[in-house]
DNA sequence: CTTAATGCAAACCGTTTGCATTTCA
DNA sequence: TGAAATGCAAACGGTTTGCATTAAG
């Protein structure tokens, strides 16, 4: 599904979440460790059974889903990681990188394929209606549905 | 919850459902002409729970929960209605019309209150982003997060 | 009468929780 | 040694499905 390209972790991610953990007060776990890896490599969304799967394949460590969920959570807590929404059956969840482009979702409903985008206009008319509407907005999510170019070839 | 106010049957909604409904050769009955109403009537998402209670107490008629799934499933797929994912715990629906202002979802994380929201910035840039992105773009779903003015208050 | 519509209850399945055990500081 | 982390299996809760019954054409 998406692809494994290892991005050496972003702008020290995971390093940033080791710290806001510890500050919380929080031990050391070899699952969580392994977690923390992998999201720092990964480029967009996966979903609880892909972490699941990922991790038991790269043989870092077998992970039980019931952690894989409690980790995320745990971490979304920090605002270290942002769940994302596709509209498929399973939530997915990627870091949230400090300084790293925001981005935003095209979902192939055919294939399933989730694939990142971003774009500054967009941003920039979300920031203006932000202040428009009847919501103190914290955050946005936006999702393109449609065909991928291999199933729509 | 959502306001109730009847808008008395936009363009004819209900109408172009019983039309495409009775052209893919289905026979009417009770249960869906109930929904057909409360939606023409409601302006914006519902969950389906909401709906079964909607029925139950404008006395309309008692629907199943099981038949509320059904009809909302057929009307999706006849593109009649769409599935409005905000993230919460139960996906919403509501009525697309053909001659209705297209519009988004504003959510309030601490009461759950849904509300819709419309940008013609927005949608433009949305529009031109979506001939530059590797997906054959059908639709796209927005959803802003925050605090409604009560809850910030 | 033939087929669609509906209700009910059971099945599904992604996610969460309780509890016993292991690990970290 | 005490609290946090983890795994396992059971519980949850929204949605879907199977099946028997009712109703539309």
Redesign the interface.
């Known amino acids: 599904m998406s692809s494994h390209a290892p991005h050496r972790a972003h702008d020290g991610w995971a390093e940033r979440a080791e710290l806001a953990l510890a500050a919380a007060g929080r031990k050391r776990g070899g699952a969580r460790r392994a977690l923390l890896e992998l999201l720092a490599e990964e480029r967009c969304a996966l979903t609880a059974v892909e972490i699941e799967d990922a991790l038991r394949a790269r043989s870092a460590r077998a992970v039980s889903r019931a952690s894989v969920y409690r980790i995320l959570d745990e971490l979304e807590g920090l605002g270290l990681v942002q769940?994302v929404?596709t509209?498929q059956a399973m939530v997915r969840y990627e870091r949230v990188a400090e300084h790293e482009e925001h981005h935003h979702h095209?979902v192939?409903?055919e294939c399933g394929i989730v694939?990142p985008?971003s774009?500054a206009?967009?941003e920039?008319?979300?920031d203006?209606?932000?202040e428009r509407?009847?919501?103190?907005?914290?955050?946005?999510?936006?999702?393109?549905?449609?065909?991928?170019?291999d199933c729509?070839a």
């Open positions: 769940r929404d509209g095209l192939c409903d694939m985008f774009d206009a967009l920039r008319a979300i203006s209606l932000s509407v009847p919501l103190a907005v914290s955050e946005h999510e936006i999702v393109l549905h449609g065909s991928c170019r729509a």
